[in-house]
């Protein structure tokens, strides 16, 4: 942060979490908190902020998912296809035992179920992070 530069609300907030935090762990008293979340929402530059955490350690860095694990929204579709998948299989399974053909035809439907579930879950588990997240809506 540039410290003769006018600054944003969001970064008026970051300093206000850092300090609510630092006071819920008990390195700030409360008030310690207030006076110094007052002279955060006061702070106009960079400048004006940066004494304000000097005395308090720095954020551990945001958690990022690591590749390969799944959110919750893409486990829930992938359940969801398998749902599907299986239900649509039981009931080729069901057609194949109650009909006349005597080899087993339901064999190539259901491998490509199953080949769909491969790569959907293939697909879901490469995709990065931010891409999981809801989408905007459609005007």
Do not use: C, K
């Not at 005395?55 to 690591?66: K, S, W, Y």
């Amino acid at each position: 942060m540039n410290d003769h530069i006018r600054i944003s609300d969001a970064e008026r907030e970051s300093v206000a979490v850092r300090i609510r935090d630092a006071a819920a762990e008990g390195r700030l008293t409360l008030e310690e908190a207030d006076e110094r979340q007052r002279a955060v929402y006061e702070a106009r530059v960079g400048a004006d902020l940066a004494p304000l955490t000097a005395d308090l350690p720095e954020p551990p860095p945001p958690a990022v998912p690591r590749r390969g694990t799944l959110s919750p929204q893409a486990r829930r579709r992938l359940l969801i296809h398998a749902g599907i998948g299986a239900a649509f299989a039981l009931l080729l399974l069901l057609r194949w035992l109650v009909g006349p053909v005597p080899f087993f035809w339901p064999a190539g439907p259901v491998f490509w179920i199953a080949a769909s579930l491969a790569g959907h879950y293939w697909w879901a588990t490469r995709r990065s992070p931010r891409d999981s997240g809801p989408r905007p809506a459609r005007p």
